[in-house]
């Protein structure tokens, strides 16, 4: 089974040793605009799956997304930890009990 920081350290590798003929090494050679393209398609295709009775087709779609926004970070030069990082920020602070103080800045 893969994680995303496997899925991270995959494209990563792909983008420094790239394997010609593969669809990652498509993307990154067609750049940043067609990256862009496949994660808005990809998550145009997730809220459709989620609208269907469907689970696995969620679950297919959520992949393709992952894998593109992977591409993304990749050719952007955002680490998966940079990410992880910016989540660890955000712990607690998103919770809806009341007692809470109201957040202002996300």
Request: aromatic fraction near 8%.
């Given at each position: 089974?893969?994680?995303?920081?496997?899925?991270?350290?995959?494209?990563?590798?792909?983008?420094?040793?790239?394997?010609?003929?593969?669809?990652?090494?498509?993307?990154?050679?067609?750049?940043?605009?067609?990256?862009?393209?496949?994660?808005?398609?990809?998550?145009?295709?997730?809220?459709?799956?989620?609208?269907?009775?469907?689970?696995?087709?969620?679950?297919?779609?959520?992949?393709?997304?992952?894998?593109h926004l992977?591409?993304?970070?990749?050719?952007?030069?955002?680490?998966?930890?940079e990410i992880?990082t910016e989540?660890?920020?955000?712990?607690?602070?998103?919770?809806?009990?009341?007692?809470?103080?109201?957040?202002?800045?996300?």
């Open positions: 089974m893969q994680d995303l920081d496997q899925l991270y350290q995959a494209v990563l590798e792909r983008k420094e040793n790239p394997k010609k003929g593969s669809y990652t090494d498509y993307l990154f050679t067609k750049g940043l605009d067609k990256i862009l393209k496949k994660v808005g398609e990809e998550s145009t295709e997730v809220v459709v799956a989620s609208k269907n009775p469907k689970r696995e087709e969620l679950i297919y779609e959520t992949a393709d997304l992952f894998y992977m591409v993304l970070l990749v050719e952007q030069g955002v680490s998966y930890d992880k989540l660890a920020k955000r712990e607690g602070l998103m919770s809806k009990t009341k007692d809470r103080p109201e957040i202002k800045d996300l």
